[in-house]
């Protein structure tokens, strides 16, 4: 159910996005959502990316330090107030987001949130009771 | 009430030992001289023929031998039998490039197994006791040499070889061991594997440790002693020289006792080679008197550390030997502490790292800085900023509790320090840049 996000460890220096971007590129994988975690020292890059295998494969042969997370993936209205009403379900459940970004769909009225929390499945279903629709690897790479 | 496993030569008068110790070294020297033509060549070279050694007092006149003598010599450079009188090979890791293999006659193993089984009645081992030796077997010196004091004290002995820790429990509990044998980072860890389990010192048997082979500090004496409920004592020694039981530790824990009947100590300065008295702190050196296929004449262990004749309360004449802290060629005071990189990469290895490192030592001010970046691998990397630096402060608590200071470690990313001819650089010292 849940969705797959790749986790790339980046040295804080010049060009390291460069060329973490570019190696993706140049082997045809679709970036659709990003967000980066920093500190004065590193940075940790978070993608939901078409093919997270050959993304795992291409950053792990080039000597990345690389992790695969199950995050938590919601389909949330494109308007005002829709994100709160989203969390308020989570926060009535006494489910902690660690780290949240979202992004936009090309076509549809939508949004879509990724959320990482400490245990997907709950979140999952306290979403769901309340009318929400998951999106998993499968519609990422429909998007 | 004390025990001694040899008592005639544990509690020898000084000046009989030394008697001892010159016939042997004149023995030795001749045997030396005569079947090592590597060391021949290094005493032609000093001038020194085996008549001019009458005794201890004349060994400063021979020439010192060095780990690099052996990787020069390696394999059979040292060798003083033929191989026919050879029964046995032991071997150091290698991890730094530079294997020594050192070779024994069924003698020259007896006599190490009645050092390790000094060792064992020193820390009250009788036959009545159910030993577990937690070391490595195999190459490594650390299984077979207590195995066989074990075996000479007439406990009964429990060949366990290290890991497996659930295992190493349910023997220790089934079978009641009361003597445990392995490194310090190995007993903790039992330990704590024990509290995981709820289990505590008066759940299990075991009255004491005997551990060795890494580097490991009184604070760590005390958690063993605590989680473990036993009282631990030290264990020296090297495959150079033999293997564990060069030296001891009696109920007094104020150093180890040399076996030095067996084992002739000298402490040098690591700069100048020159022989400085007892109670200096230098380089330890170590001349095999005993060891016939392997006898090294005046080896430089590199160790630094600080010998005393003072009277010991356990009734041994023995020299005692302080813990040492380290190598000579990478001690570092910082904060004046001594630090030597084998203490960081002992506690790397504990916590599931690789000991790929880098020290950087700065002053800000009057303090010294301490900086430790350590190389990640995918294992400790997570996907938040938390997680990441919960393992920084998790690491760094350890080396503090082996060092006595609070180093800050930072994670990298895999071979992002910086290698010179392939080696890691282990230690930046900023320091020397403003003195």
């Not at chain 1, 010049?14 to 679709?30: M, Q």
Request: aromatic residues 6%.
């Amino acid at each position: 159910m849940s969705l797959k996000q790749l986790n790339v460890f980046v040295e804080n220096k010049k060009g390291a996005l460069v060329e973490i971007t570019e190696t993706l590129a140049s082997h045809d994988v679709n970036i659709r959502a990003l967000s980066i975690a920093d500190t004065e020292e590193f940075g940790i890059l978070r993608l939901i990316v078409n093919d997270n295998e050959t993304a795992s494969k291409m950053l792990s042969d080039k000597g990345y330090l690389i992790k695969t997370t199950e995050v938590v993936g919601v389909k949330i209205g494109d308007a005002p107030g829709k994100l709160s009403t989203a969390l308020a379900v989570l926060d009535k459940e006494d489910i902690n987001v660690e780290y949240l970004y979202a992004f936009m769909a090309r076509t549809e009225k939508h949004a879509y949130v990724v959320l990482r929390v400490a245990d997907n499945a709950h979140a999952e279903s306290a979403l769901e009771t309340a009318g929400y629709h998951m999106i998993t690897d499968a519609d990422i790479n429909k998007l | 009430m004390q025990n001694y496993y040899q008592k005639e030569i544990e509690t020898m008068p000084v000046e009989e030992m030394k008697q001892l110790q010159s016939e042997k070294l004149v023995k030795q020297v001749k045997h030396v001289y005569e079947n090592v033509p590597y060391y021949r060549d290094l005493m032609d070279k000093k001038g020194v023929t085996p008549d001019d050694i009458k005794g201890i007092d004349d060994l400063h006149k021979l020439p010192f031998l060095t780990k690099a003598d052996l990787r020069d010599a390696y394999p059979y450079g040292l060798l003083a039998k033929p191989l026919s009188d050879c029964v046995r090979i032991q071997s150091t890791s290698g991890t730094t490039g530079r294997r020594v293999v050192a070779f024994y006659t069924q003698n020259d193993v007896d006599l190490w197994e009645d050092c390790c089984a000094r060792a064992i009645v020193a820390a009250g081992g009788t036959n009545e006791d159910v030993c577990q030796v937690a070391y490595g077997y195999g190459l490594f010196t650390g299984g077979p040499g207590l195995n066989g004091g074990s075996h000479k004290v007439g406990c009964l002995t429990l060949p366990m070889s290290s890991g497996n820790t659930e295992r190493q429990i349910q023997f220790m509990t089934d079978l009641s061991a009361t003597i445990l044998c392995c490194t310090p980072s190995y007993a903790a860890y039992i330990g704590e594997t024990l509290q995981e389990k709820g289990l505590g010192p008066d759940d299990i048997p075991l009255k004491a440790g005997i551990f060795g082979a890494e580097p490991w500090t009184e604070e760590m004496r005390r958690n063993i002693e605590n989680t473990l409920g036993i009282k631990a004592y030290d264990i020296y020694g090297l495959t150079e020289t033999s293997g564990p039981g060069v030296a001891f530790e009696c109920s007094e824990q104020t150093g180890m006792h040399i076996n030095e009947d067996h084992f002739l100590a000298e402490i040098i300065d690591p700069d100048t080679g020159e022989v400085l008295p007892e109670g200096s702190k230098g380089e330890l050196v170590f001349t095999s008197l005993d060891k016939e296929a392997f006898p090294l004449l005046r080896y430089r262990t590199r160790d630094i550390c600080v010998l005393s004749r003072k009277k010991c309360s356990c009734g041994r004449t023995l020299i005692k030997m302080a813990k040492p802290m380290g190598r000579s060629d990478d001690m570092m005071i910082i904060r004046g502490v001594n630090v030597f990189p084998s203490q960081i990469e002992t506690v790397l290895l504990n916590e599931g790292y690789q000991p790929n490192y880098q020290i950087v030592v700065d002053r800000k001010g009057n303090t010294d800085t301490f900086d430790v970046n350590v190389e990640m691998n995918a294992d400790q990397f997570t996907d938040t900023v938390s997680g990441v630096t919960a393992k920084e402060k998790a690491l760094a608590n350890a080396m503090k509790t082996m060092l006595g200071i609070n180093p800050a470690v930072h994670l990298v990313a895999p071979k992002s320090i910086v290698r010179s001819e392939g080696k890691a650089v282990r230690v930046i010292d900023k320091r020397k840049l403003h003195d």
